[in-house]
């Protein structure tokens, strides 16, 4: 590891806290980051960076490249999240949300300040790079397709980078340690919204009704057949249906009701079976009530997955950075993240740093109102991203042989 990055990493804890806890008091929902994405956008700025924003509505891109760099050098692109999610804060922390129902919960403040420090080392340093850095502060990651946005708004367009690296602070890992995994990490998520039309009517005369609230009963247990009867018991899948709405009074048979839920799966095959089965069952079932139906899938992420080349300089980075013996792996987890819209087309790898601290009470999960993470690991993050940088920019240059550790 270049013997700068650590020690500069270290010095940025004071910023990375104040820049975090800024972002955290003044949340915002996904594609409404104006004030982040204005305070990303001055920041860079005031690093001397060639800056771009409004791409995918709030998200802010910048060029760091060294003076006189040859056209066909290769590119890297860095990725951060910017958005929160709405939650009521619960924390009583002294810089808790000043926007009532809206939370920094899953980290993504962190991610931006960390963001803004590797901005900074790599700014300063721009002239010992190898290549270019492509810096993407990306808006709406949860659930509402910010990577999509950016790429459909030409985040991926000249220069096209080769490869992507970013990285998720992890409430559930010990702060020390660092998750480096190569395939796949997090699922497929699927998003869907069912909704059932039957004939509503009096709570008296159901012969003279279709009941939606009963079709729409047993459109859930049905619908729980698809992983315990099609699914390859092998394969990993979880069907959910969070949320059920139907009817208006008890002595009303509703006409209509609405279900949300979501899939998640880490094979292709797989998750295709889910989403035609998810079809066939909605419409066996309703056929059979005489009642209709009309599905909507939402926000729809592919599984991530990092490459193994990305894998393995991720892990050789992260050795240098934590040591060996805090670098894991873990089980494939459930949750979906659109980071993996990166890395489908720029293949590398998707980094978790490790942010529990119980003795200190950092120990909530992600989206609980009562979440926090330990902000001392904030310059590990700086650390791997910067040097995952060069790493994977050298790579190039010395023909594709691996960093030594
Ligand atoms: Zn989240
Ligand atoms: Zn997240």
């Not at 993504?108 to 590797?118: E, N």
């Not at 009309?294 to 300089?313: D, F, H, K, W, Y």
């Not at 003795?359 to 993050?381: L, N, Q, R």
Request: aromatic share 6%; glycine share 10%.
């Amino acid at each position: 590891m270049r013997e700068w990055i650590e020690r500069e990493a270290n010095e940025l804890l004071p910023e990375l806290i104040e820049w975090r806890r800024d972002f955290h008091r003044n949340p915002e929902l996904g594609f409404e980051e104006v004030r982040t994405a204005g305070v990303v956008a001055a920041h860079l700025q005031e690093q001397g960076l060639e800056v771009s924003t409004g791409i995918g509505k709030t998200g802010v891109i910048a060029m760091v490249e060294p003076d006189g760099l040859d056209e066909d050098s290769e590119t890297v692109l860095l990725r951060f999240d910017m958005d929160a999610l709405p939650i009521l804060e619960e924390t009583g922390l002294p810089f808790a949300s000043q926007n009532p129902g809206v939370m920094h919960a899953c980290g993504h403040d962190g991610h931006t300040a960390i963001g803004m420090g590797v901005a900074k080392l790599l700014a300063r340093h721009r002239n010992e790079l190898p290549g270019r850095v492509k810096l993407v502060f990306q808006p709406a990651e949860e659930g509402l397709g910010g990577a999509k946005a950016m790429i459909e708004d030409g985040a991926l367009d000249e220069p096209q980078p080769a490869a992507s690296y970013g990285l998720h602070l992890w409430s559930r890992l010990p702060y020390k340690q660092v998750v480096v995994q190569p395939g796949p990490l997090w699922a497929a998520a699927d998003i869907f919204t069912l909704t059932i039309r039957g004939q509503g009517g009096h709570g008296a005369t159901p012969h003279d009704t279709i009941d939606a609230t009963y079709v729409a009963s047993q459109v859930v247990v049905a619908l729980q057949s698809i992983v315990a009867r099609n699914a390859n018991p092998a394969d990993t899948a979880v069907v959910t249906v969070g949320s059920f709405q139907s009817g208006t009074a008890g002595n009303v048979i509703s006409e209509q009701a609405v279900l949300k839920g979501t899939m998640r799966s880490f094979e292709p095959e797989v998750r295709d079976l889910l989403r035609a089965r998810l079809d066939e069952v909605c419409a066996g079932v309703c056929q059979a009530m005489g009642a209709t139906y009309e599905i909507s899938m939402q926000s729809c992420v592919p599984p991530t997955v990092n490459s193994e080349e990305g894998a393995r300089l991720m892990e050789v980075v992260a050795n240098g950075v934590v040591g060996g013996e805090n670098v894991a792996q873990i089980p494939p987890m459930m949750v979906g993240e659109d980071m993996a819209e990166f890395l489908n087309r720029a293949p590398g790898c998707f980094v978790l740093v490790g942010a529990a601290n119980p003795d200190e009470g950092f120990y909530s999960p992600h989206h609980s109102p009562t979440f926090d993470f330990e902000e001392s690991v904030m310059p590990t993050g700086v650390a791997l991203l910067t040097e995952a940088a060069f790493a994977q920019l050298s790579l190039r240059q010395s023909g594709g042989d691996m960093p030594e550790g």
